[in-house]
């Protein structure tokens, strides 16, 4: 994959926001939703690409084993959504994991769950075909290569969610619940303007509440 190209912007130009994401993690499903508000309210376009928290994780031996275990065994839907982008686009990438993370996240159902991958690709009217991609192994190059192209700019002591705007790649923002209309488009307004200082590296402070799927 190729690095999108994206020119700085002035407030009423359009602007392309590259967005990484694991069909697991549900922080990263928060952030994709606030992005589809701030695309309401903001001349914004979002563009999804795969990243892989197994292959993240891949080598560490600081993880408890039982989440070693549930991001390894979450590779299935990671391939299968790199071949949906290959087969069918990125817009149909977009609305694969629309699909999949509606029926995992606020859905409750498992994401390494052939019945849940072959639901979420009916609802995306994509082919029932493409669910034995969990299994394909040969898609391992193109998934990494996806992944190294969203997280390689951030560094390692970070994870998902992963958006690039303004050239600039920053992990965040974790959010809960994720905003709607104009507070979501100030939100983005001020994720944008601190990309613009090169110099910018973090902004952080614990989580005291989980996913809220409102």
């Not at 069918?88 to 999949?100: D, K, S």
């Not at 898609?139 to 994870?159: C, K």
């Not at 923002?173 to 613009?196: H, I, M, N, Y």
């Amino acid at each position: 994959m190729t690095e999108t190209n994206v020119t700085e912007a002035t407030d009423d130009s359009p602007r392309t926001v590259d967005f990484w994401f694991d069909p697991l993690c549900p922080w990263a499903w928060m952030t994709s939703r606030w992005m589809l508000e701030v695309e309401k309210v903001r001349p914004v376009t979002t563009v999804f690409h795969v990243m892989s928290l197994a292959v993240l994780n891949e080598g560490r031996e600081d993880l408890p084993e039982d989440y070693k275990k549930r991001v390894d065994s979450a590779f299935g839907p990671v391939r299968v959504a790199i071949a949906v982008e290959q087969h069918h686009g990125p817009q149909a990438l977009r609305e694969f994991y629309t699909a999949i993370g509606t029926r995992v996240h606020p859905g409750g159902e498992e994401v390494t769950d052939p019945t849940t991958i072959s639901a979420a690709l009916a609802d995306a009217g994509l082919p029932a075909e493409l669910v034995e991609a969990a299994d394909d192994t040969s898609l391992d190059d193109a998934v990494r290569a996806s992944h190294h192209e969203g997280m390689d700019p951030v560094g390692q002591d970070v994870g998902t969610p992963v958006i690039r705007i303004n050239g600039k790649s920053l992990f965040g923002p974790v959010l809960s619940p994720a905003p709607k209309g104009e507070q979501a488009g100030r939100l983005f307004d001020g994720f944008a303007l601190v990309t613009e200082y090169d110099g910018f590296f973090e902004l952080k402070r614990s989580r005291t509440v989980g996913p809220d799927f409102d």
